[in-house]
């Protein structure tokens, strides 16, 4: 890289950090999540005014050799993020045993499964070339499924602690059901992704992967629980962090040379900290930190190369994905929480937490685009789902206080026969 392209890098990468700045403050004026602006400003707002603006704009003021190192640095960032993501998948055996985690689990993962399967099954068999693409067809429609399946743990979790919800009912519940249903997106995203690969032995290839990684987590978990590595994150916590951001980002490396995603490393990674020990939270809550900070820099990236190759967002898909995820979110989570025994605020105010998709969502976008199994116009509608869904949490929320704190009593005589 000559002197000229890297101060023109660090120019752009300083524009792209105070992008990122300007949108999570103005999403946070407005009660929103900050990765809401985030995504707004970097994914959607950012490059399409760069693309109103004519392509020689973006040739001028991002040319390739100055937009490929800041790609590279918003991957590692997203990277280094899901690490914290993958750690806050904790979940005890207390809640286990819940029988509404069952029910609500089922609830919010078969609706929405099923939703985005008929959506994805819709664009193989009548869909244009130009939103279908060449993937094959059941790595298509399983990704779509995930996609319109997911909640996003960390920022629900954002959404929970500035309501002041993490330790309710309703709050314990819907952050449960998330990590189990994240974990199985997870999972299923990695199928995709072989099936996807040429060369990669498809589902067969998957479940060695699975396995393979699920044994290198529970291994790696027991050596960081051991004393002498606690001890050591103790005392050097700092050194830890920057080990760690080492071993996640070459983790991630060697997930891709297999030709698998970089986000399965990360989160082979995340899964082997030990969730119950607070010597570990520092470290890895400053490595995902970083990760976050560097964000908006892949949202920029990842938006102006999406833009260049799309023709826009087809408004109409996007409106047909929104409404499917959230009726079979919101609709599934409410009544499956009725049959678990949750009295109706309660059953809705969890389906609606867990419409929440945020930034897992786009995630699991970018690796289907990069696998090729996303064609440019897809991952636009279903990032504008990603954003209306995470956004649609917080009102939604509201209203339903309101509307149980505005709910007549019942009458004496109710109160009677009930008692």
């Not at 809640?95 to 959506?119: C, E, Q």
């Not at 396995?211 to 700092?238: D, F, I, M, N, Y």
């Not at 990674?269 to 969730?275: A, C, Q």
């Not at 999406?306 to 609709?331: C, D, F």
Request: net charge positive.
């Amino acid at each position: 890289m000559t002197p000229a392209v890297a101060a023109h890098a660090t120019a752009a990468l300083g524009v792209f950090l105070a992008v990122g700045f300007l949108g999570r403050g103005l999403a946070r004026r407005i009660e929103q999540p900050g990765v809401v602006g985030e995504i707004a400003f970097g994914m959607l707002l950012g490059p399409a005014i760069l693309g109103l603006a004519g392509p020689g704009a973006r040739s001028l003021l991002l040319p390739d050799d100055v937009l490929a190192p800041l790609r590279d640095l918003g991957h590692a960032g997203l990277v280094l993020f899901l690490v914290g993501v993958a750690h806050e998948l904790r979940l005890d055996a207390a809640r286990l045993r819940d029988r509404a985690i069952g029910w609500t689990v089922l609830g919010t993962l078969v609706p929405s499964l099923v939703a985005g399967a008929a959506l994805g099954g819709w664009l193989v068999r009548y869909g244009p070339p130009s939103l279908r693409g060449a993937a094959p067809a059941g790595a298509f429609v399983l990704l779509i499924a995930i996609s319109l399946a997911v909640s996003a743990v960390p920022v629900l979790a954002r959404i929970l602690a500035d309501r002041n919800l993490t330790t309710t009912r309703a709050g314990r519940l819907s952050l449960t059901s998330a990590a189990l249903v994240d974990a199985v997106a997870w999972l299923l995203l990695a199928v995709v992704v072989a099936v996807a690969t040429p060369g990669s032995g498809g589902v067969v290839s998957a479940v060695v992967v699975l396995v393979a990684g699920t044994l290198a987590a529970t291994w790696g978990r027991r050596l960081l629980k051991s004393a002498r590595a606690e001890r050591l994150c103790a005392r050097w916590p700092w050194v830890v962090a920057v080990v760690l951001g080492a071993g996640v980002l070459q983790a991630a490396d060697v997930a891709e040379s297999e030709g698998l995603t970089a986000i399965f490393g990360a989160f082979v990674v995340g899964l082997m900290i030990p969730p119950t020990s607070p010597h570990w939270d520092a470290p890895v809550r400053r490595v995902s930190t970083l990760g976050l900070w560097l964000v908006p820099v892949f949202f920029i990236a990842t938006g102006l190369t999406i833009w260049r190759a799309s023709g826009g967002i087809p408004w109409l898909l996007a409106l047909v994905a929104t409404a499917l995820a959230v009726l079979s979110k919101i609709g599934g989570g409410y009544v499956s929480g009725r049959l678990g025994g949750e009295e109706r605020a309660e059953a809705l105010r969890v389906g609606v937490m867990l419409n929440t998709r945020g930034l897992t969502e786009i995630v699991l976008l970018q690796v289907g685009y990069s696998a090729g199994v996303l064609t440019s116009g897809l991952y636009l509608a279903l990032l504008v789902t990603a954003v209306v869904t995470t956004s649609m949490t917080g009102p939604l929320l509201s209203l339903i206080d309101r509307r149980r704190r505005t709910a007549p009593a019942p009458a004496k005589d109710e109160r009677i026969a009930a008692g």
